[in-house]
């Protein structure tokens, strides 16, 4: 099976992309979560810092707007139950700064504009979603609130606009300021490069996957929902109040039992806060401005209110349902095959990056220095991700006493004679009078030997199937393994079935090898845990050499060739 393999810039997009995704996950939920006022901007500036100084070591063109994709897709880890805007806002952030590059060059001239508009596009999509969300009576109600407030105050000159252009230039200096520190970052990076080792592994573990793994994803329900919000929206605009009530309140309702997320969503208190002002804000405003009834004004706020929650739940349902595996696969056979790739890589990077991140008060103080400390993980990931896609499994395969240990044996033998350094474990029978009566654990590289798997009856210790597991032969497993990690070009584990798929075994040492490490790896699995080995650890890159179908002398030709192409990749890096 031949992974589709993922292209350095894609590769390098996924690591900014995650970067900018994690302080967007941590530090935006507890900034929202403590209602911080322009918590948005603080956000955006970490993202343009991230992009700009980034851009000063890896000059590929089309990194911004990547990375502010897999960021934008990352959102959807956010606890909060909004996602879309925040991630329409990320993308369109990247864009905006990506256009700049290209029409000014990567110069800080066109770094500068592109802070600006990529901080000032926060504003134009708060204005956008209000109209969105509420229709064009929004734009009336806040004309008439401000013209009200003109009379009342005496005012001479026309206000509306005022506010706005107010906002507009502080999110523009924000945006300045914002490049400024990452062209400043990225010029200590180039003259200096930052340097880091491997982050300590035991400050995070890698993990895949997304929300709702336990629903039941429908093509249908997407294509239903799409076509609810239209219907809602034609309703909201050409019929009755007593007809578009009642059929939002429906549409709403099939939403709330099928999704938690709309659930979540319409518990707020913020939702009914919203709900209720802007309904009594609307009544007031036509009612003094437009000469309107302010029966007539209140039914007008309560008609935004519900196209709002239309969109809004409506919105938060076809996100779930495009978590749907088969919209993936749909991807994989597009030209853009490449960011499902993308974004399984980030979200395995996703718990390293949140676990480095620098505390909020390091990065108010010396906002540069804290700059490059991340640029060097960031670095040091790239590094790490290369070396583990380049990385080849080997899975040696066949039924109980087929010779899949003897198979492995007699590759080795072969590979060590081509100078290719080798560790790990082989599970060698033990036989007595023709029976078998257990297993022994042999270190490859000292040849140390100890009793793993007994038939014992009546002993008090774990046990599998017939046999008990004794604590001498784990041990010298687990030593002869930790011992690979380090200085070992390819690992032999002998072999993984059904205490590791119980998380027992070599199971946490195998997590190690293929998380953590770059090594290449010979498997031996039994071919009845074949599939569920392969769906448990998501094996990807991997060949599978069957003990009857194959000799030892063309095996380890095949993995000797693998060797010598990962070793000339890794020379000219």
């Known amino acids: 099976m031949n992974k589709n393999q993922l292209s350095e810039k894609w590769i390098k997009a996924s690591i900014v992309g995650t970067t900018w995704a994690a302080s967007e996950i941590v530090l935006g939920s507890f900034l929202h979560n403590l209602k911080v006022p322009f918590a948005s901007l603080l956000l955006t500036a970490i993202g343009i810092v991230i992009l700009i100084s980034m851009s000063y070591i890896w000059r590929e063109k089309g990194l911004f707007w990547r990375a502010g994709l897999i960021c934008a ?22 864009t905006l700064l990506e256009f700049s590059v290209r029409v000014f060059r990567k110069t800080a001239f066109g770094f500068v504009i592109g802070g600006m508009l990529a901080m000032s596009w926060n504003l134009f999509q708060k204005v956008f979603n209000m ?14 609130l401000l013209k009200y407030a ?23 200096l924000a945006g300045i300021t914002a490049a400024i520190i990452g062209i400043k970052a990225g010029q200590r990076i180039k003259r200096k490069p930052a340097s880091a080792g491997p982050p300590d592994p035991q400050k995070f573990c890698y993990q895949t996957g997304s929300n709702n793994t336990s629903f039941h994803y429908s093509i249908f329900w997407l294509f239903l929902n799409l076509g609810f919000i239209i219907t809602a929206l034609v309703l909201l605009n050409a019929t009755s109040w007593f007809i578009w009530m009642g059929s939002v309140l429906i549409i709403s309702t099939i939403w709330i039992f099928r999704y ?19 309904t009594m804000l609307t009544a007031f405003a036509f009612n003094k401005m437009q000469s309107q009834s302010l029966s007539n004004g209140f039914l007008i706020g309560l008609q935004m209110n519900f196209r709002a929650a239309t969109i809004v739940l409506g919105f938060s ?16 056979q597009t030209s853009m095959k490449q960011l499902p790739l993308a974004l399984e890589l980030s979200f395995q990077s996703l718990p390293m990056m949140i676990a480095h991140l620098p505390d909020s008060r390091a990065m108010i103080k010396n906002p540069v220095s804290v700059v490059c400390q991340i640029i060097s993980q960031i670095e040091w990931r790239l590094n790490d991700v290369k070396s583990q896609l380049s990385r080849k499994i080997f899975i040696v395969t066949g039924s109980v006493g087929e010779g899949k240990t003897t198979r492995i044996q007699e590759i080795v033998e072969a590979l060590k004679t081509q100078n290719i350094s080798i560790g790990g474990i082989l599970s060698p029978r033990i036989m007595e009078n023709g029976t078998t009566i257990g297993y022994d654990i042999l270190d490859i590289a000292t040849n140390e030997r100890a009793a793993f798997l007994r038939i014992a009856d009546g002993e008090k210790l774990p046990r599998i199937g017939s046999y008990s597991i004794l604590s001498e032969g784990i041990k010298t497993g687990c030593k002869a393994l930790r011992h690979s990690h380090n200085n070992k070009q390819l690992v032999v584990i002998d072999e993984v079935g059904k205490l590791e798929l119980s998380n027992m075994g070599w199971a946490d040492d195998l997590n190690h090898l293929l998380n953590d490490s770059g090594h290449n790896l010979i498997l031996s699995v039994r071919d009845r845990f074949m599939g569920e080995i392969i769906e448990r650890w998501q094996l990807k890159d991997y060949t599978i050499m069957h003990v009857s179908e194959s000799d030892p002398v063309k095996n380890s030709r095949v993995i000797a060739q693998h060797m010598d192409q990962r070793n000339i990749q890794a020379a000219t890096r």
């Open 73 to 94: 897709l990352m959102k959807t880890m956010s606890p909060s139950a909004v996602v879309f805007g925040p991630m329409i806002a990320i993308f369109t952030q990247a």
């Open 131 to 144: 109209i969105i969300f509420y229709g064009s009576n929004i734009v009336d109600v806040y004309t008439d």
């Open 150 to 172: 003109q009379v009342q105050l005496n005012i001479q000159f026309d206000i509306v606009w005022l506010p706005l252009i107010i906002l507009l230039a502080i999110y523009a």
């Open 260 to 278: 938690k997320r709309a659930l979540r969503r319409l518990s707020k208190p913020t939702f009914w806060v919203f709900f209720v002002v802007i």
């Open 317 to 332: 349902v076809l996100g779930t349902e495009l978590y749907n595996p088969r919209i993936r696969q749909f991807f994989m």
